[in-house]
């Protein structure tokens, strides 16, 4: 049987897989009105906030190569990029209080718009700019803001919960940390 207490990556897993699922039904109710909703930064966020390095890791790489199968950019650059961002933010978290609600929200949002930009700056690089406008880039960093900021507790209580019901609790350990 596996246990959860070391293996945790594999639920954060599943909790990325079903919001990845819900979110990708929600672009593709948007798509004809010009919207992309991206909340990779969201995922990442809660892997390094919560999790440790390895479990993080760990967590990301499915979810990272699921991401790359499906876009047109070429095969582990969301991985690199997704891979690359947890470590930047795994490095910075001891540098915030990860109990209080805005930390996450505020690296949730900042890791999005980094995302954001690399998948914007890779898809110029691999595809070039003519096809790329201003217009409706700046249209969807604005909805992908406004929807991790309007998701992201959502999120995270929902993971935080699902550890919980098998007996993971993160803000008991981070407790016991310090």
């Known amino acids: 049987m596996i246990s959860f207490s070391h293996n945790r990556w594999l639920l954060v897993t599943i909790g990325h897989y079903v919001a990845l699922f819900f979110f990708a039904q929600a672009n593709y109710y948007l798509a004809p009105l010009g919207f992309q909703i991206f909340v990779v930064g969201m995922l990442i966020s809660f892997s390094a906030m919560e999790l440790n390095y390895k479990q993080g890791i ?3 790489i499915p979810v ?6 499906k876009s047109p950019l070429p095969f582990g650059f969301s991985l690199l990029t997704c891979i690359t961002l947890f470590t930047i933010a795994h490095v910075l978290r001891s540098r915030v209080r990860r109990e209080i609600t805005a930390s996450s929200l505020a690296s949730s949002i900042m890791l999005n718009l980094a995302a954001f930009v690399a998948f914007t700056f890779g898809a110029i690089h691999f595809f070039g700019s003519e096809s790329i406008h201003f217009g409706p880039i700046a ?9 991790v900021a309007l998701f992201n507790r959502i999120f ?17 350990e981070q407790r016991e940390a310090r």
């Open 58 to 60: 760990l967590s990301l």
């Open 139 to 147: 249209l969807n960093l604005l909805t992908n803001i406004a929807v």
């Open 64 to 69: 990272s190569l699921y991401i790359d199968s």
């Open 156 to 172: 995270f209580d929902t993971q935080q919960g699902i550890l919980l019901v098998f007996g993971i609790n993160l803000a008991e």
